[in-house]
Nanobody
Framework: VQLQASGGGWVQPGGSLRLSCAASGFTFDDYAIGWLRQAPGKEREGLSCIKRGDGGTFVADAVKGRFAISRDNAKNTVYLQMASLKVEDTAVYYC???????????WGQGTLVTVSS
């Protein structure tokens, strides 16, 4: 299982970014994919997950209304669209995979998002 997150970078408060998680080495359609983040000195925070099959989604209350997750099974890629970014969204963002959203066992390398003016 290989997961590669990309799309991070620097953005001003109020800006938007779209993160991508490219997957390989497994049957993509059979896995749920999730995103979490970790900011310096803070605990990991689960953000969102998209199920296999019906593609149902979960979004954490902390980012609901600002972040949206989607998947393109043809491209083996999951996206995290982030809008109205805040300084406190600064963190390393990771994508994970697993059989369901409560069992995301496989991690990819993270991508750094920096929100500052």
């Amino acid at each position: 299982v290989q997961l590669q997150a990309s799309g991070g970078g620097w953005v001003q408060p109020g800006g938007s970014l779209r993160l991508s998680c490219a997957a390989s080495g497994f049957t993509f359609d059979d896995y749920a994919i999730g995103w979490l983040r970790q900011a310096p000195g803070k605990e990991r925070e689960g953000l969102s997950c998209i199920k296999r099959g019906d593609g149902g989604t979960f979004v954490a209350d902390a980012v609901k209304g600002r972040f949206a997750i989607s998947r393109d099974n043809a491209k083996n890629t999951v996206y995290l669209q982030m809008a109205s970014l805040k300084v406190e969204d600064t963190a390393v963002y990771y994508c994970l995979a697993g059989p369901d959203c409560l069992s995301l066992d496989y991690w990819g390398q993270g991508t750094l998002v920096t929100v500052s003016s």
